[in-house]
C-alpha cells in the first residue's frame, strides 16, 4: 500500500492545505477521509458501551433469576418497552458500524486508485497530462514545468508516440 506524503519537506506549499493525519485501527488516513475515521472510532466506542451495558443487564437478570421471588417472573410492560428500545438502539450502533467501516474501506480504496504526480509525487484523482508526449501527469502547471526543467525537456521527445 502506498502512502501520501508524510513530511511537508516532500510537498510543495500549494498543497499544505492538506488536513494532519489521523490513524484509527492501524490506517492513516487525511482531510475528508479523517473524518470518517473519526466516525468510525466513535462507532466502535459506543458499540463497546452498549455491550458492557448489554452484559451488566444480563448479569443482573442472572441475579434476579438466582433470587427466589414471590411475584410473577414475567417482565413488566416497561421492562418489555426498555429492553425492545435497548435492543432497537444497539441494532442501529451496529449498522452505523458497519456503514463507517465500509466507508472508509471505500475512501482507502480510492486513495489507492488515485495517480501520482510525476512533478511533486503527490497522490490526487485528478491530474494533467504533457501535452505533447502525453505520458507525464502533473497536479498543476508548477510541477510540469519544474518536471520541465529536471528533466522531461529531454525526454519528452522519445516518449511522443508510445
Request: proline residues 5%; glycine residues 4%; neutral net charge.
Amino acid at each position: 500500500m502506498q502512502q501520501l506524503p508524510s513530511a511537508a519537506a516532500e510537498v510543495p506549499d500549494h498543497h499544505m492545505h492538506i488536513s494532519p493525519p489521523v490513524v484509527a485501527e492501524g490506517l492513516t488516513v487525511t482531510g475528508a477521509d479523517a473524518t470518517a475515521a473519526e466516525k468510525l472510532e466513535a462507532v466502535q466506542q459506543r458499540v463497546q458501551q452498549l455491550q458492557l451495558e448489554e452484559r451488566a443487564a444480563k448479569q443482573q437478570q442472572e441475579d434476579r433469576a438466582a433470587t427466589p421471588s414471590f411475584t410473577n417472573s414475567e417482565p413488566t410492560p416497561q421492562e418489555r418497552a426498555d429492553t425492545l428500545l435497548f435492543d432497537t438502539e444497539l441494532e442501529e450502533e451496529r449498522a452505523a458500524k458497519q456503514q463507517a467501516e465500509q466507508e472508509a474501506a471505500h475512501k482507502q480504496q480510492r486513495v489507492q486508485q488515485q495517480r501520482q504526480c510525476d512533478g511533486c509525487g503527490g497522490r490526487f484523482s485528478k491530474l494533467q497530462r504533457c501535452g505533447r508526449c502525453k505520458q507525464r501527469h502533473y497536479c498543476s502547471k508548477k510541477c510540469q514545468r519544474s518536471d520541465w526543467k529536471k528533466g522531461h525537456k529531454a525526454e519528452c521527445p522519445t516518449l511522443v508516440g508510445n
